[in-house]
């Protein structure tokens, strides 16, 4: 069974830099893909990156391209989201997900079959 366990989050000013870490625990084989989303209040939950397992590739989301890498550690089953240059607008709750597979598209949350109980990133102007 998967369990996604979040680290990292914090409260930081504009400009900082941050690392968040997800660890993908109680699992004999391995995900297609590993990714984080992001959720302010009263808005949806926002796609921001992903990485595949196999061969490393990865994607982001627009506000975020630029600022954020995101990467992993295959033997620890860990993926990391650097986020740099940080802003107000990037507060939000950030959410570690992992999927068996996509069906329709990378950065819709209904691909994703795992998700982490998330890490609460602010950021003060």
């Known amino acids: 069974q998967v369990q996604l366990v979040e680290s990292g989050g914090g409260l930081v000013q504009a400009g900082e830099s941050l690392r968040l870490s997800c660890a993908d625990s109680g699992r004999t084989f391995s995900l297609h893909a590993m990714g984080w989303f992001r959720q302010a209040p009263g808005k949806e939950r926002e796609f921001v990156a992903v990485i595949t397992r196999g061969n490393g590739v990865t994607y982001y989301g627009n506000s975020v391209k630029g600022r954020f890498t995101i990467s992993k550690d295959n033997a620890k089953n860990t993926v990391y989201l650097q986020m740099n240059s940080l802003k107000p607008e990037d507060t939000a709750v950030y959410y570690c997900?992992?999927?068996?597979?996509?069906?329709?598209?990378?950065?819709?949350?209904?691909?994703?079959?795992?998700w982490g109980q998330g890490t609460q990133v602010t950021v003060s102007s």
């Open positions: 997900t992992g999927t068996d597979g996509f069906r329709t598209s990378i950065t819709a949350a209904a691909d994703y079959d795992y």
